[in-house]
């Protein structure tokens, strides 16, 4: 089983920057390709990035709406997966999620969750 506690949220005023932090204990963080997802109030949970395991080159992945903005990285040696947030929108405040599993953007692809940290982007 892995566990996936996030950190690094809070409020910020628009075009502002703030980093996520995922950290990852048991199973093999190495093996995983990591994800993160939103949900913002009364929409349906959205991925936002991803990145694949050091085996693969750890490609990178973004939806559209972030690209240029957000950074995923991941450092293997702490078991922890950031992202970097900048130029940040009031359309970006949600729940932020930190997901292990295979390399997809969807959802289902990814069994293990961590609770969430929430983002707020005051206009």
């Known amino acids: 089983q892995v566990r996936l506690v996030e950190s690094g949220g809070g409020l910020v005023q628009a075009g502002g920057s703030l980093r996520l932090s995922c950290a990852a204990s048991?199973?093999?963080?190495?093996?995983?390709?990591m994800a993160w997802f939103r949900r913002a109030p009364a929409k349906e949970r959205e991925f936002v990035a991803r990145i694949g395991n050091r085996w693969s080159g750890a490609p990178t992945y973004y939806t559209d709406s972030v690209k240029g903005r957000f950074t995923i990285s991941r450092d293997d040696a702490k078991n922890t997966i950031y992202l970097q947030m900048n130029s940040l929108k009031p359309e970006d405040t949600a729940v932020y999620y930190c997901?292990?599993?295979?390399?997809?953007?969807?959802?289902?692809?990814?069994?293990?969750w961590g609770q969430g940290t929430q983002v707020t982007v005051s206009s």
């Open positions: 997901a292990a599993g295979a390399n997809s953007d969807a959802a289902k692809s990814f069994p293990y």
């Open positions: 048991g199973g093999t963080f190495n093996n995983y390709a």
